[in-house]
Nanobody, 125 residues
Framework: VQLQAFGGGLVEPGGSLRLSCEASERGLSDSFVMAWFRQAPGKGREFVGA????????IYADSVKGRFTITRDNAKNSMSLQMNLLKPEDTARYYC??????????????????WGQGTQVTVSS
């Protein structure tokens, strides 16, 4: 499975951006999870949010809860991340990821099997 993320860019604090992640194939099972992680310069990879494909259940990091929303499009094999009320500390490279099957912990990076190349989000005035 190949993942391609796009939609990043430069936005002022308080602004919005929408990221998308498209998967090259869906596979036979729909029990997998898709997630967003981010990594700022000099920092480790940080969980942002994730969604279960079958039921569409989503979870979020406390730092983005109430500001970010993840949705999925079954027909397009894609996932989106709507980011509102962006802050300078949201600046990072954002990566989408997908697991082969259900995972134990949706917020742990090593639970995911495929990763996109990332898209840069910069929040600055």
């Amino acid at each position: 499975v190949q993942l391609q993320a796009f939609g990043g860019g430069l936005v002022e604090p308080g602004g919005s951006l929408r990221l998308s992640c498209e998967a090259s194939e869906r596979g036979l099972s729909d029990s997998f999870v898709m997630a967003w992680f981010r990594q700022a310069p000099g920092k480790g990879r940080e969980f942002v949010g994730a969604i279960t494909w079958r039921l569409g259940r989503s979870i979020y990091a406390d730092s983005v809860k109430g500001r970010f929303t993840i949705t999925r499009d079954n027909a397009k094999n894609s996932m989106s991340l709507q980011m509102n009320l962006l802050k300078p500390e949201d600046t990072a490279r954002y990566y989408c990821a997908r697991s082969k099957d259900a995972v134990h912990s949706m917020n742990i990076a090593n639970q995911y099997d495929w990763w996109g190349q990332g898209t840069q989000v910069t929040v600055s005035s």
